[in-house]
């Protein structure tokens, strides 16, 4: 049997094997589950009988089919939202096209069931999302279908004259590095260029100025709150048409995209031109990009005593007796990429993006790694390097070799050569030394090796994101940096939802009063358990506090050891499955305080990681992957901040029902009783665009890459895999159609498909 994947808890490691008690809450079955006709039974026993019946009722069924227009036939796949009618001509003579654009006439209904069914599945599905850019307006004049204010109507119908899509934009978050306020500061930045000559430049990602009028908000987190573009949005073409989505192979690109509804965008390449990526070796490019900037960065061999507990640094401090200008971090981004993952054309533009817009684009500043799982222990990968290239050529596209560090699990136990002693709990019985339980340990040894990166960030293969990479992970430190210790912890437990929460800044009072009133001390520093074991350099009186610590304003200006996409919840009590499987510590004494958040991206510290490496090999303690690195930081006193990124969802819920089932844990957040990450609560999240069992995420990320899908809309709800076909090349270039998608930024979770072919 293949070792579980560390991408997903839906993978050969069942549920429905850790359980033993009986599920309450139960999903209706989709459409397609429905429990089929025997047609033996039927059509009798008789075989003669049988292929008689069944020819004449291929031929009647044949005849029907020759009668019936075929144009007929493909408008039937649709659900028709928009009406259509020519109306004249606009100033320049352009004909002009106007637009009524309905919401889908579904109402909430009564389902089949009992009180035990899930309750957001009596909420109406959104259509907003999937609206194109013929209805792009100004972000003064957008409405959203979702969620309204009190008083609010729906922008629906949207009434929208058309004469042509506008241009789109290079869209460039990093900064005016030519700038004189930049240059003053800090060290020139060289352009990076995808050939050795310097005549190919690292092309620009386009967005659109404007929103799709009607396209619905998030509902959990915000754009505003972490400083990211919240007036722009991204079509497939500007997003992935500079990495060669849209052009053929023969032309260097990747061939997918041509498939696909195409008006305007030739835009994408007016500039650079369609790149060829067919030779391309991006561990050469990134390389030849660092060293032509490396004098930007701090030098691994001049910082002082590694260990975990030196105190901060600024990440943009001086060194006066070396240089004038400041020299900043570098950041590794570590893909987790295992033998036996299905590459395929957009995965390879995913990978070519995060590339160029964070390696190349920042000059270095970030470095894009594969660390690539061998599943097989019996791969000879450290003796044979022969081996260890067939390895390579038969699990990862040839372009990011020389970006790939092997490791195993047979590795681990060498790295880590203890014994971990008794776990309280093993719900999946695998090895604790496996990727499954304790991915952390590949993680911890590649950033023991690699001492020029400051921090890591732990990427998974199924994650996309229709904005710029950079942007993203440039604001999310900021605002990490910016945050207070006190009562952070608290904050970090809780969804925000701002149209329920109003702004950052009432949110934080709620969280202070639901603080106050539980009676529970915030957490500050490290916390004290019974049989807490110190590590070396507590034991010399050091701490991970900052120097300076005045009140309200402690940890304002330090980088966070930890940034997470789902909050840190306390999983005791909160029946989250692997909240008890603790390793290593004494059973004589209380399962210690723990924290955790679901899904493994996140970015750690070097120092924590160093934590975590002396924690698994001189404490011998471990925890389950989503665990450790949270309780490491609860246990010694590291800044981790969950980072409320936008997170959409598929339905018209009730804000006040998003609360209740988002926060209905202890204190109003999600830990203890009443967690959604409660096995009986997760299905929650399904409607959600980032969780690990999201069915919104791959629906809505594939018809954005311009596939049609079944919209989920039926009987009792609707659910994945059941509706009518929307979306694709039809519908986008049909004349009384809408465009192809253009969304705001946004992460989205899990990606276990793209292009249509992949499934069969």
Partial sequence: ??????????????????????????????????????????????????????????????????????????????????????????????PKVVFVVTAGSEKPGTPAWGINMPNWLRFRHLDGYFTGLKALVSSDDYKPEYPLTPGEESPFPLTLSYTGLPTPTPFVPQPDYESLEYTTQYHEVEPCYLDEEKKVPVPDLYAYNGLVQGQPEPVIGSHNVLGLRDDICFDRFGRYGPYGLGYSFDEGGSEVGLDTEREGSEAVWEKTGKINYNTIDWGDVQTRCYEANKKRFDDANEQANPSPTVPNMDPRRSFQHHVERKRIPRTAIVVRAYTGFPWSEHAILNFRAMISETALRSGGEYAVHFLLHVRDDREAIWADPITAQRVLDDNLPQEFHSLATLWS??????????????????????????????????????AMSRPEYTHFW???????????????????????????????????????????????????????????????????????????????????????????????????????????FNPLFDPDESGWVF???????????????????????????????????????????????????????????????????????????????????FNGGRDHST???????????????????????????????????????????????????????????????????????CLRSMLLHPIKWEHPSELE
């Fill in 1 to 94: 049997m293949d070792q579980p994947s560390f991408l997903s808890r839906s993978g050969p490691i069942a549920l429905s094997n850790i359980f033993n008690t009986e599920q309450k809450i139960l999903l209706p079955l989709p459409a397609h589950q429905k429990p089929r006709l025997r047609v033996r039974a039927l059509l009798s026993h008789c075989l003669y009988r049988r292929v008689i019946l069944w020819t004449v009722g291929i031929l009647v069924l044949l005849c029907i089919l020759l009668t019936q227009g075929g144009a007929r036939l493909r408008g039937d796949r649709f659900l028709n939202l928009v009406e259509y009618q020519q109306d004249g001509e606009d100033s320049n003579g352009d």
């Fill in 409 to 446: 699990e047979a590795q681990m136990r060498l790295v880590y050569p203890v014994k971990f002693g008794r776990s309280i709990q093993d719900p999946s019985g695998a090895d604790i030394h496996g990727v499954y339980r304790s991915a952390h340990m590949a993680l911890q040894n590649f």
């Fill in 458 to 564: 732990n990427w998974e293969l199924d994650i996309r994101y229709t904005g710029n990479y950079y942007e993203l992970f440039d604001r999310l430190g900021a605002w990490s940096e910016k945050q207070s210790r006190i009562e952070l912890w608290e904050r970090s437990a809780k969804y925000y939802i701002p149209h329920y929460h109003q702004d950052w800044a009432n949110f934080t009072s709620v969280v202070r009063n639901e603080t106050a009133s539980s009676s529970r001390t915030p957490i500050f520093g490290p916390v004290s358990f019974p049989g807490r074991t110190p590590l070396r350099s507590e034991l010399r009186g050091e701490n991970f506090l900052p120097s300076s610590c005045a009140p309200q304003n402690c940890g304002v200006g330090e980088d966070a050891d930890l940034i997470t």
């Fill in 579 to 661: 909240a008890s499987d603790v390793t290593g510590y004494k059973g004589s004494q209380p399962t210690p305080p723990r924290r955790c958040a679901i899904v493994t991206a996140s970015r750690l510290s070097r120092r924590l990681l160093e934590v975590m490496h002396e924690e698994n090999w001189r404490l011998h303690h471990t925890m389950f992957s989503e665990m450790f690195p949270a309780t490491m930081a609860l246990h010694h006193g590291l800044k981790a901040v969950y980072a409320p990124h936008p997170v959409y969802l598929d339905r018209e819920w009730d804000l006040d029902a998003i609360d209740k089932s």
């Fill in 671 to 741: 830990s203890g009783h009443g967690s959604p990450f409660d096995y009986n609560n997760e299905h929650n999240h399904k409607g959600t665009t980032w969780y690990y069992n999201s069915e919104f995420a791959g629906l809505l990320w594939r018809r954005w890459l311009g596939y049609a899908q079944l919209d989920g809309r039926g009987p009792n709800g609707g659910r994945s895999g059941e509706g009518k076909l929307r979306g694709g090349e039809e519908e986008e270039s049909n004349t009384t159609g809408t465009g192809r998608l």
